[in-house]
């Protein structure tokens, strides 16, 4: 098998075990065991089992990235018709709700990766990227249903940003830790809430 197919390999028996089984138990003989290789190989493809677990944090946090983004993309295209401030708000959030409770296992085994490359020193700058990427998603969303809306912001849509993904966040580990809909509804609502009351109308609109 060439090295670059041993690697693609190796990544999704990586991924299917966190998801399956956890952080934990994703030790390099359940990785392999799973791929199907023996342990030997391995090394044919990864330096070190940190090597490898840096490229399957990547890969998780950059399609994690793209699916939040899509979301609030599709949110962001409610401006092109009437609507109003707090529904757009309420789109965005209910996209991303439908996004965690269509796959919970996924939402968990991203939760356990952000903690454990938080523990390693070299993988901890990936996600502090991965939240700038949110961030700036997010700020994307609050600039377009701003304008969409005739509101303008009374904090800046940088500091806005980052307690939006702050509440996302809360209402990600809600709903895996309760799987309650009316729970996370009325989250949803406190959220939309807290967010509105950072804007007015806009005098120029």
Known sequence: ??????????????????????????STRAIVREAGMSLASFHYAFESHTELMRH???RVLVDE???????????????EGPVTLPELLGAALDGFVAAVEADP???????ELHQYALREPELADLVRAEYAA?????????????????????????????YVVTLTDGLTTSW??????????AAREYAVAGILQFSEPDPDA
């Open 1 to 26: 098998m060439p090295v670059a197919e041993r690697r693609q390999a190796l990544l999704d028996a990586a991924t299917t075990v966190i998801a399956r089984d956890g952080v934990r138990a994703a």
């Open 56 to 58: 399957v944090v990547e």
């Open 65 to 79: 990235v793209h699916s939040v983004t899509e979301v609030l993309a599709g949110a962001a295209e409610l401006t």
């Open 105 to 111: 296992a996924r939402e968990q085994a991203i939760l």
């Open 134 to 162: 949110y961030d700036e998603a997010a700020a994307g969303v609050l600039t377009a249903a701003a304008a969409a809306t005739g509101t303008r912001w009374t904090r800046s849509v940088e500091e806005l940003a980052r």
């Open 176 to 185: 895996l830790s309760f799987r309650d809909p009316e729970r996370i509804s």
